[in-house]
């Protein structure tokens, strides 16, 4: 099947030629071939047979003729041209003398026709001249070698061959065009009353019909459909049941916005065929005409008057993704109040690209096309006007050019894209003054930073969508080596690596042929972007052939003070605030609204900045010998900004939510103050005060993590100082170790904890670190241990006199106590719980959820239905409470147990296994125990068949979906 411009156009085979055409079709070839003789800038055979060069050349497309080194040559009576043109027509192959006289006489042969045969050929060889030696006696027979001879029908073959397969509309437009040029009227016209021409000419005519269709299709893709339709016509009426010229004639026809004629066309072929099969058009046809009627927009392509609008450079490679972004500026320029749109962003981010693929959507809007502006080698912006007036072809009379310009462009409709306008920002009032002088003038500006004028829309222009990074750096990584891939995780991850930026990912991804994949994740992991995005095409500018160089382009454009101040901002890793960068940079509100507009520095639109990976490495290749004094004052903010956070936090989720956008700089920070821990007094001091906060932060977050490893090192570093420090750095340790099953070590850690805790005089967290303990040795299963270590928690925290609250430690107790069976000691605990606690939501629904704990011990199962009502009537509004929903699961699957209901006990406590996965977690031996005594006889003595299915039914289940399930199912 043939596609042009994205439209299928493999239209059935019927009818492509005489062989399967009417005889009415094919008896007015003559008529055919002046039509097609009438091809525009096509040269006849006529005109070229003979001409120029030397050498032997056959024409048999048209009357017989030979000419010997551009000279004709008289190739005597009629049947010696005869024995000429059946040698012509079989060559090179050997022919013998009775196939010859069949030929050539018929049943009417002389009587001597080897010696007939042997004075024609012998004749023909004398008016050969040099090339009589072409004809040779094989035998009985003869033969026309046809090395270094020219046949006008051998060559018309392979043009149209070479034009069926090119793929360059426009090179098979000249290669079908000459074919086409070298008939000068019938084939074989003075000897087709020979018998072997018969098939030659069929053969030779269905070939011809081919050439059309290769034309017709190669005009169609160039756009010259226009001129197509007239020279279409008259073919398709001598053809009407060749589908495929008709196919192309309905498509130029409706590309030259004729979609009724075109329609017609359809209607006229259907009927002709009808009358002439009894069948209907071909599939491919009607499918062309319902996307004729549907209006189609793969139909359309450009017609060549349009495309001769655009003025605008030919990239070499196709632009991969910003469709979102094209159509975005193409609709800002459209609306008559916006004449002026800025694209924005920083160096490597495919501004000009951009800006090119929008010109060229906007030709259609602009009759006195659309023209590219390059800038970047200007420096003066004195020189701009020049410049515009240079790519227009405007002559300045005088020196007034801007008086020139504005006089070429007033009666004009047509658009400007000034490109890299960043070098020459001070020539924006030259922009403003064309606007105002030519109301049919609209400009795009590409630029790092905006032009700061009156009616100016800006568009910044952000980094490559991710589904769009990938299929560029393959597309890359596969010009240099065909052989190249990957997996697309990998390369999304490279990809992210370079900010998604287009020219860094071009310039790595050139690199695919010399350096693995897995190595450049790894070197740009270890800062090396900028050594590998070297080595640009030799063609692009200097700052296009390195990453470096592209960024270094508009830093030098900043004042040097202020350069150096952006060198300070390489420090952070992953965003600041407008507070952090002039603490640790010294950048100012104002400075960072400078770095903003310079394409320097993003601003995120929620308080945060940050520097694209890429200039963050190239700042911090600035910052040079001042870089350790910034990274001191990088972790001393950070270390403040940590230990003041927590003291002022209003609740664990906002102070986490608080601190996770700090994550890297956080890790950055601990980082540098183990550098030097040695030179604090007492030795890791300021180490050991982040590492404590940030330890209660990763039990948070991430226990299990590697960032928890900071807490033993740090612990390490600082063995002098002072006991409170390493109390609280110890008690994050032990909860740390908690959460990752380390249950001894958890232990031992929250005893040195409190002691040191203690030592320090530090009652409040000393009061934690016991709390912890007991949860510890309580989620370690033992009961009987936890229960005194709790008691003397909470009478530590009733010292401390509202210091801490009691609900949390209260709760631990109540459950423990539950799980001893003591269900008066839990009721005592939990109604203080609920006294103290009772306007914190949290904090009641837990009570109320181990108050029907308590009252399944009792065996009061109507009361703890209702207690767990109550209790997920609150958790299921509430954000970030996950683990108590999970909790409420297997008290529900106890409840139905009770019920005698084992199977939706299985189905729930599926559901809560898989809500355990989904958090990454595990049950504690406490739970593990009171499921056991709950639940896990009456599950295990169900049917087979009937657990698996229920327990399939409960691993499908999101949390909250179970959760409402248990409640429906109790009745609650």
């Known amino acids: 099947m043939t596609v042009i411009g994205g439209v299928p156009l493999g239209w059935a085979a019927t009818g492509v030629g005489c062989p399967d055409e009417s005889p009415r079709q094919c008896s007015n070839s003559a008529q055919f071939s002046s039509l097609l003789m009438q091809t525009p800038g096509v040269t006849s055979g006529s005109d070229r047979v003979g001409v120029g060069g030397r050498g032997l050349r056959i024409a048999v497309l048209g009357p017989l003729e030979v000419t010997a080194d ?55 060889r004398s008016a050969l001249g040099e090339y009589g030696d072409r004809l040779v006696t094989e035998g009985r027979a003869y033969r026309l070698l046809t090395d270094g001879v020219d046949i006008d029908a051998h060559r018309f073959s392979a043009l149209v061959e070479q034009a069926t397969a090119e793929s360059d509309p426009a090179l098979a437009a000249q290669q079908v065009e000459e074919a086409l040029g070298l008939w000068r009227g019938e084939a074989w016209q003075d000897l087709r009353d020979l018998p072997v021409v ?42 009407p049941l060749n589908e495929e010229l008709r196919g192309h004639l309905m498509l130029a026809l409706h ?21 002439e099969t009894g069948l209907d058009p071909g599939e491919d046809l009607q499918r062309l005409q319902a996307a004729i009627l549907a209006d189609d927009p793969a139909l359309r392509v450009e017609d060549v008057e349009l495309r001769g609008r655009r003025h605008l450079p030919a990239p070499v490679t196709s632009l991969v993704g910003r469709e979102p972004e094209i159509a975005e500026v193409v609709a800002l320029l459209r609306e008559p109040d916006n004449r002026l749109v800025t694209v924005t962003g920083p160096g490597g981010i495919g501004k000009t690209r951009l800006g090119i ?39 300045a009379a005088g020196t007034d050019q801007v008086a020139a310009l504005v006089a070429h462009l007033r009666a004009r409709r047509l658009l400007l894209v000034l490109d890299n306008f960043e070098q020459v920002e001070d020539a924006a009032p030259l922009v403003s003054e064309l606007l105002a002088g030519a109301a049919g003038l609209r400009v795009l500006v590409t630029s790092r930073v905006r032009l700061r004028l009156y009616g100016e829309r800006v568009v910044p222009l952000a980094p490559l969508a991710p589904a769009d990074a990938v299929p560029l750096f393959v597309a890359r990584a596969r010009a240099v080596d065909r052989r190249f891939d990957a997996p697309v995780d990998v390369v999304a991850q490279v990809c992210e690596q370079l900010d998604r930026i287009p020219l860094a990912i071009e310039l790595v991804a050139a690199r695919a042929d010399e350096v693995p ?34 960024i ?29 960068a002039e603490a640790v940079a010294g950048v100012t509100a104002s400075d960072l609204v400078t770095l903003v507009r310079a394409s320097l520095v993003v601003d995120e639109r929620n308080g945060r900045y940050r520097l694209l990976e890429t200039l963050r490495e190239y700042a911090e290749e600035l910052l040079g010998s001042e870089r350790d004094a910034v990274a001191d004052r990088h972790a001393a903010w950070f270390r403040d900004f940590v230990i003041d956070s927590e003291g002022k936090r209003a609740s664990v ?63 390490a570093l600082a063995p002098d100082a002072d006991p409170g420090l390493r109390g609280r750095t110890t008690y994050a340790l032990a909860i740390c170790r908690g959460e990752q099953g380390l249950t001894e070590e958890a232990i031992e850690h929250s005893r040195t904890a409190y002691d040191l805790l203690m030592e320090a005089g530090d009652r409040g967290w000393a009061a934690r670190a016991l709390n912890s303990l007991a949860g510890i040795v309580h989620d370690d299963g033992r009961l009987e241990e936890a229960a005194p270590l709790m008691d003397e928690s909470i009478a530590l925290r009733r010292q401390l006199a509202g210091e801490l609250s ?68 609150v958790l299921l509004g509430l954000d970030h409470h996950e683990f108590r929903l999970m909790e409420t699961l297997e008290t529900f699957a106890a409840i139905a147990v009770r019920r005698d209901r084992p199977a939706l006990a299985a189905t729930l406590l599926a559901a809560a296994d898989r809500a355990y996965a989904d958090e990454g977690s595990v049950m504690v031996p406490a739970d593990l125990m009171l499921r056991e005594a709950r639940t896990s006889a009456a599950v295990a003595a169900l049917a087979p068949e009937v657990r698996r299915t229920a327990e399939e039914r409960g691993a499908a289940l999101e949390l909250e979906a179970a959760v409402r399930l248990a409640r429906e199912a109790t009745g609650r």
């Open 517 to 550: 994949l897995d190595l450049l994740r790894k070197q740009l992991a270890n800062r090396q972007t900028l050594d590998l995005a070297t080595d640009g095409p030799r063609d692009r500018t200097s700052r296009q052939r390195t990453l470096r160089d592209a």
């Open 653 to 715: 989720h906002a102070w986490v939510a608080m601190l996770d956008p700090e994550h890297a700089n956080l890790r950055a920070a601990i980082a540098r103050l183990a550098e030097s821990a040695l030179e604090d007094t007492p030795p890791g001091a300021q180490l050991l005060a982040l590492a404590g906060a940030l330890g209660r932060y990763w039990y948070h977050v991430a226990p299990g993590g590697e960032d928890v490893e900071w807490l033993p090192r740090a612990l």
């Open 70 to 124: 551009a000279t004709p040559v008289d190739l005597g009576p009629r049947k010696q041209r005869a024995v000429l043109g059946v040698l012509t027509a079989l060559a090179p192959a050997v022919v013998s003398v009775e196939r010859l006289v069949d030929e050539v006489w018929g049943e009417a042969g002389p009587a001597n026709p080897l010696r007939s045969l042997q004075v024609y050929v012998s004749a023909l």
């Open 806 to 873: 009691l609900a949390i430690p209260l709760s631990n107790r109540a459950r423990n106590a539950i799980q001893l069976g003591d269900t008066a000691t839990a009721r005592t605990c939990l109604a203080e719980v609920l006294e103290i606690a009772a306007d914190d939501p949290l904090e009641v629904a837990v009570s109320h959820a181990l108050l029907a704990d308590t009252a399944l011990v009792d065996g009061d199962v109507d009361s703890a239905e209702r207690w767990l009502a109550s209790a997920t009537d």
């Open 357 to 395: 693929a929008v010109a060229h959507g906007l030709a259609a809007d602009h009759p006195d096309g659309v023209w590219f502006v390059a800038l970047d080698a200007l420096h003066d912006h004195r020189l701009v006007a020049g410049g515009i007036a240079d790519v227009l072809g405007v002559e």
């Open 255 to 275: 590309r030259s916005d004729r979609q009724a004629d075109a329609l017609a066309v359809f209607a006229e072929g259907r009927e002709v065929k009808a009358d």
């Open 552 to 580: 270094a382009w508009s830093v030098e454009l900043l004042p040097e003070e202020l350069t150096r101040r952006f060198a300070r901002l390489g420090i952070f890793d992953g965003g600041f605030t407008a507070e952090a």
């Open 198 to 239: 018969g098939p030659v000419v069929v053969a030779l005519e269905a070939e011809r019909m081919t050439a059309a269709a290769v034309r017709a299709r190669a005009l169609l893709s160039l756009g010259r459909h226009r001129e197509l339709v007239p020279w279409l016509e008259p073919l398709v009426e001598q053809h």
